[in-house]
């Protein structure tokens, strides 16, 4: 089984014997005609006993099965050699972010999580300073890629430490086959600031004590951070 592929017309490599003539057929309508063997490419094997052949003709989507035979210069015909291949034109779609907005979090190097089509590779970009245009809103530094598990979920950590700040995030994910998703997008809000310590709101009597009390379960109340 070779690689899966987003060409329709995929180049398709193997051994032989060297100066033989490979006859490549496809178990595939490719013409119209009803046919499912088609001839998609023939070549000379090289020295190094090398073949490879563009195919001829576009394979359609799905699995196809191919068989492989060598001429030698006698006009020898060996028995076949069977493989297949997955041809898929299709991208997925866009991975998803678990949340739109990740945090307030003091990680500089959050993770990050969503779900994606399983076996493809999500990446991850953020809208730093570094990137070629700078901040404008559009990420351009990739800050990690996660492979999308069995169930459709994947996850990472970003490999950039992140300023403070809110940070534009998007992401794609790319098939087996080579297929790139649209773009989805969120964001991380990073917040590596201390608060100030907070304050006790004061009573009858100088600050920091509170009024006398006999209720010893007290309320007791004072300013903070919001």
Known sequence: TLQPTSGEIPTITGTGEPGATVTLLADADVDGTGSTEATIGTVTVDADGIWSIGANQALSDGVVALSA????????????????????????????????????????????????????RVTVLADLASDPNGVDGTPETAIGTAL??????????????????TIALSATQTDPAGNVSPVSTADVV?????????????????????????????????????
């Open 69 to 120: 035979t060598q001429t030698d210069p006698a006009g020898n015909v060996s028995a076949a050699g069977l493989g297949t291949i997955e041809v898929d034109t299709t991208a997925p779609v866009a991975p998803v972010f678990a949340v739109a907005s990740f945090g307030p979090t003091n990680d500089t190097t959050p993770l990050l999580s969503g779900t994606g089509e399983a076996g493809a």
């Open 148 to 165: 999308v598990d069995a169930g459709g979920n994947w996850q990472l950590s970003s490999t950039a430490m992140l300023p403070e700040g």
């Open 190 to 226: 990073i917040d590596t600031t201390l608060s100030a310590a907070p304050t006790f709101t004061p009573g009858l009597l100088a600050p920091p004590s509170l009024d006398p009390t006999n209720n010893t379960t007290p309320t007791i109340t004072g300013i903070g951070e919001a």
